[in-house]
């Protein structure tokens, strides 16, 4: 079935300490990808985006995400993290099948807490 | 350019009502998606309009309906108001030019008493 899946729904890390969240997804092709941050009683904000090319992006706020096509992964990554980048996080992906459309299914979400 | 705008912020409504939530597009966006979200179910894609059809539709009930008028900007309706309906309501915006990215708005808190 097709799916995105967060592992980890909860993490914690010291400010300053290098973080990782994990996303994997099951679909025939490979799906555009995306990583989204969501503040507390707040939209989503694009972080990066992977389409096609270099499987390493760059994002805002420090943050970048590498695509594995033989993982079907696109972790997200920061090597420093800010106490104001304690969030909940979200992986999705637009699937090309299916047509003109630009649904995105989301994974359940991360939600990050950073120690002083 | 201004983001994706939202209104009402904050709802509350009681069970049967109806609701009507509102979403401006980005200028020159003419995609605009609706998502619900709450903690049980997430974020789960309700419609999707694009040049005021209607493109997509999610597994939700017909109690959910929008549309789109001729300058993007869209609406997004619920009839007879369940206590499950609470839940944010986010509105994205999107155009081919950009890739069809989704820029998100702030989102409607609803809560259905």
């Known amino acids: 079935a097709q799916s995105v899946t967060q592992p980890d729904i909860h993490i914690t890390v010291s400010e300053g300490a290098s973080l990782e969240l994990r996303c994997n997804y099951s679909?025939?092709?490979?799906?555009?990808l995306f990583w989204y941050v969501q503040s507390p009683g707040q939209g989503l904000q694009l972080l990066l985006k992977y389409f096609s090319g270099d499987t390493l992006v760059q994002g805002i706020k420090g943050f970048e995400a590498e695509f594995k096509r033989s993982q079907s992964s696109f972790n997200l990554r920061k090597p420093s993290v800010h106490w104001s980048d304690a969030a909940e996080y979200f992986c999705a992906v637009r699937p090309k099948e299916g047509g003109a459309t630009n649904k995105l299914i989301f994974g359940t979400g991360t939600l990050l807490a950073v120690q002083p | 350019k201004a983001g994706v705008t939202q209104t009402p912020r904050y709802l509350i409504k009681t069970r049967g009502q109806q609701v009507t939530l509102s979403c401006s597009p980005i200028?020159?966006?003419?995609?605009v998606s609706w998502y619900q979200q709450t903690p049980g179910q997430g974020l789960q894609f309700l419609f999707e309009?694009?040049?005021?059809?209607?493109?997509n539709k999610g597994n939700f009930p017909g109690r959910f309906s929008g549309r789109q008028f001729s300058n993007s900007r869209s609406e997004m309706n619920v009839s007879t108001l369940e206590l499950g309906d609470s839940a944010l309501y986010l509105c994205a915006s999107s155009n081919p030019q950009g890739g069809e990215t989704q820029y998100f708005g702030p989102g409607t808190r609803l809560l259905v008493l």
């Open positions: 200028s020159g966006h003419r995609s």
């Open positions: 309009y694009f040049s005021e059809t209607q493109r």
């Open positions: 679909y025939g092709a490979t799906p555009y």
